[in-house]
């Protein structure tokens, strides 16, 4: 062998070091934003069922706190306990300022970014007050859209839903498939949407609104991803 040859054969392997240390990439996803998004889009690729953007989520009935200003608060949160354990994190918005992009969209950030979990991070609400806890969500199985991330996202809502409850106290409210979901319809990579919590119940509101329960909530949303990437959760 040539000394080409072996210079070329070791550039090789260096670059084929660096990819596999390279740390995996979480999309975390702020649900809504300033402003609710009224137009509409596909719900999936190529169907003629087209839902609006963005809804514009709830309020809080004893913070005043608007969703969106709760998801950033806890995603940004979330983002940086994993950044510290080693995770690259991209985030679909870093402020609450405009009018949301809606979620054909933000699963193309999360497909570009080639993410290893697409988390979406929102917050209930309800017309009775009573209703309360957290549950996580994830994509039905649908030939051609979801078949390829079905089992992953199904894998990751049990992991986060677990962490979550155990780190938050809230009602258990389990798991869910979603078939009318844009943003699971149009994503390539596993994705699952977390509703923290009751806005529209007093005692889960008045918790979120509080320091203390958003870090709990970011740091069992960041355990149960830990877990899901296969890394040790007590890095969070």
Not at 56 to 85: F, P
Not at 200 to 215: F, H, Q, S, V
Request: proline share 4%; glycine share 12%.
């Amino acid at each position: 062998m040539s000394t080409h040859g072996l210079v070329f054969a070791g550039a090789a392997l260096v670059a084929a070091g660096a990819a596999a240390a390279a740390p995996p990439v979480v999309v975390i996803d702020p649900g809504h934003d300033l402003r609710a998004n009224l137009q509409t889009e596909p719900i999936g690729p190529g169907s003629r069922t087209r839902k609006i953007k963005d809804g514009g989520g709830t309020t809080g009935v004893v913070s005043g706190t608007t969703e969106a200003q709760l998801n950033l608060a806890i995603s940004l949160r979330v983002g940086a306990l994993l950044e510290r354990a080693g995770v690259r994190v991209v985030m679909t918005r870093t402020r609450t300022a405009g009018t949301s992009i809606g979620n054909v969209a933000r699963a193309g950030i999360a497909n570009r970014a080639g993410a290893a979990l697409f988390l979406r991070v929102h917050a209930d609400g309800a017309s009775a007050q009573g209703a309360r806890g957290s549950h996580t969500l994830y994509p039905a199985l649908r030939a051609g859209w979801t078949d390829d991330i079905y089992v992953r996202s199904r894998a990751a809502a049990r992991m986060v839903q677990r962490e979550l409850v155990r780190s938050l106290g809230f009602p258990d409210r389990g798991l869910q498939e979603r078939t009318d979901f844009t943003g699971f319809n149009w994503a390539d990579v596993p994705t699952i949407l977390v509703e923290v919590g009751f806005m529209t119940n007093p005692t889960e509101d008045g918790a979120l609104a509080t320091a203390a329960y958003r870090e709990r909530a970011a740091r069992g949303l960041c355990r149960g991803v830990l877990r899901f990437l296969g890394r040790s959760p007590t890095r969070c």
